[in-house]
């Protein structure tokens, strides 16, 4: 029987590159200290080298291009974290992970600073770090639920309650310490972070039932 699987087609591969070159555009700019507010279309597409009639093909305006951008990153922070419950679930493997997750919001800090900036005015982005934690959130705890039926975590644990606390309370921690970190102190505070997850959390001691 013959595949039914649609191949990629030759539109879909230029629409793929010319979006490329538009993020990696914004990228560069934001990184050499320019504010997405201060950004003008005209400066994008120079910086892309696409056409002005290839830019509004794949994004209506400004607001829609961050938006896309913030949905990418957004996706990107959830695959580091659930690697980790899915393929690891070591304190070694989530010491690992919070290195990377500093490292990737540390190199991206001038997009999420423009994030924050627009957000201010643009509805659709203020809840991008909301409806990202949401999913890793929901992510946690079924990985919670998992190690305690398999025996690994304190059954007394509420699983929603504790997952909110470690995975709202450590994406602020990150957030904070990327502020006042020059980036010498990154590897202690993934260290400190994950052991707070750790054994706070994941390996507490079991507690007597009241």
Same mark, same amino acid.
């Given at each position: 029987?013959? !595949?039914? $699987? ?30 997405? $507010?201060? =950004?003008? @279309? ?7 080298? @696409? ?8 994004? #209506? ?7 896309? =951008? ?9 695959? =580091?974290?659930?690697?980790? $419950? ?8 989530? @010491? %690992? ?12 800090? #001038?997009?999420?600073?423009? &994030? ?7 509805? !659709? =982005? ?10 890793? %959130?929901?992510?946690? &705890? ?5 190690? %305690? ?5 304190? +059954?007394?644990?509420? #699983? ?44 507490? #001691?079991? $507690? +007597?039932?009241?």
């Amino acid at each position: 029987m013959p !595949s039914v $699987t649609r191949k990629p087609s030759s539109a879909d591969s230029r629409r793929q590159v010319a979006e490329e070159q538009v993020y990696d555009a914004v990228g560069r700019l934001l990184a050499a200290g320019e504010s997405y $507010t201060g =950004l003008s @279309v005209q400066r994008i597409i120079d910086a892309a080298g @696409v056409a002005r009639s290839t830019f509004y093909a794949h994004f #209506p305006d400004k607001s829609h291009l961050l938006r896309r =951008l913030a949905d990418r990153m957004r996706q990107d922070v959830y695959d =580091l974290g659930d690697a980790w $419950t899915r393929i690891d679930n070591s304190l070694p493997g989530l @010491v %690992q992970t919070f290195e990377n997750a500093v490292a990737f919001y540390r190199a991206h800090q #001038p997009l999420l600073a423009a &994030i924050g900036q627009t957000a201010v005015y643009e509805p !659709s =982005l203020r809840d991008f770090f909301s409806s990202g934690l949401e999913s890793f %959130q929901t992510r946690v &705890i079924e990985h919670l639920r998992e190690r %305690q039926a398999a025996g690994l975590t304190d +059954p007394s644990l509420d #699983p929603v309650k504790a997952a909110r606390i470690i995975v709202v309370g450590g994406a602020q921690a990150i957030a904070d310490h990327i502020e006042r970190d020059d980036g010498s102190g990154d590897s202690a505070f993934a260290r400190e972070l994950a052991m707070t997850w750790w054994f706070g959390t994941y390996s507490r #001691p079991v $507690t +007597p039932v009241q």
